[in-house]
């Protein structure tokens, strides 16, 4: 079982939609999870970051945890052409919450 | 804001090369990291550091090793370059225990 993985997509959805991105981690004890964004010929950015079971609302986006299912989601209202990149999921992991492991990422289109 | 500065935009090596990928940060972050990025595979991590002097082995440490003698500077070496290292390197630093990485801008390694 990887460590944290996240279905590659590509996942398409029209303007104005709701995007749904999911992530399920191995690591029971991790305590931080974070969403970054990459663009094409980019590096990452962080978008969202997550440390309690709920939701966590930051503008359109809207980050989902729940520890005990071991998952982790992101939604993306209105979704826009410009939210056109890859979606990388990333736990912290091991003794000390340094290890930042990723998932292999998401690509979502957004159609106009 | 902070700032994650990789000495190589393009390296092309021969096999059996020693070949160094240098990063060096600005913001004082005690955490410093280097991943692989592929194709399909997303970000693997190599190695990661948590302070001067200190290292960890990540996911993939095999042909690689690293040094970091400042804060500031961490630094990926190949001993012996091999074709299956012709990837994109990112170096990415955080502070504290929150852990949100800032990416350099990438290193693309060709071995031929």
């Known amino acids: 079982q990887k460590e944290v993985e996240q279905n590659s997509g590509p996942l398409s959805v029209p303007e104005g939609a709701i995007a749904s991105l999911n992530c399920t981690y191995s690591d029971r004890g991790s305590q931080s999870f974070f969403w970054y964004r990459q663009y094409s010929g980019k590096s990452p950015e962080l978008i969202m970051s997550i440390y309690s079971n709920g939701d966590k609302e930051d503008g359109r986006f809207t980050a989902q945890l729940n520890k005990a299912s071991q998952y982790v989601s992101l939604l993306i209202r209105d979704s826009q052409p410009s939210d056109s990149a890859t979606y990388l999921c990333a736990v912290n992991m091991g003794t000390g919450g340094f290890k930042t492991i990723f998932g292999a990422g998401t690509r979502l289109f957004v159609k106009a | 804001d902070v700032k994650v500065t990789q000495s190589s935009r393009y390296l092309v090596k021969r096999t059996g090369e020693k070949v160094f990928l240098e990063c060096v940060q600005d913001?004082?972050?005690?955490?410093m990291f280097w991943y692989r990025q592929d194709p399909g595979l997303g970000l693997r991590l190599i190695y990661f550091s948590y302070d001067v002097k200190m290292k960890e082995k990540g996911d993939i440490p095999e042909g690689y090793s690293v040094s970091r003698e400042k804060k500031e500077r961490f630094s990926l070496i190949l001993e012996s370059a091999s074709t299956n290292q012709t990837s994109m390197y990112l170096c990415?630093?955080?502070?504290?225990?929150?852990?949100?990485?800032?990416f350099g801008a990438g290193s693309r390694l060709t071995v031929l």
């Open positions: 990415a630093s955080s502070f504290g225990g929150a852990n949100v990485l800032t």
């Open positions: 913001m004082d972050h005690e955490n």
